[in-house]
């Protein structure tokens, strides 16, 4: 028997919406970590909370390094970043 479909909407509940923010966030993390174990690939995360709150994750070198690197490599390439 299949699950049924969650409805993406925002959560009214704060407290509801903070946990849920938090599992989530856990969550992204560990897959980011398993793509760059699983694929040797260089990940970083960045998100901010509801209330301003910053959250980074990066597979081996600083989250600003590799923002970095993806903003010469865009400039090169001639894309426009807003980063």
Do not use: P
């Not at 960045?46 to 970095?68: P, Q, W």
């Amino acid at each position: 028997m299949a699950r049924e479909k969650i409805k993406i909407k925002k959560i009214d509940n704060v407290t509801a919406r903070q946990v849920t923010f938090s599992k989530r966030r856990r969550g992204l993390f560990k897959k980011a970590e398993e793509l760059s174990v699983l694929c040797d690939a260089e990940v970083a995360v960045i998100i901010f909370s509801a209330t301003g709150k910053l959250f980074e994750y990066s597979s081996s070198r600083s989250v600003t390094v590799i923002t970095d690197d993806f903003k010469a490599l865009s400039a090169a390439a001639g894309l426009t970043t807003t980063l």
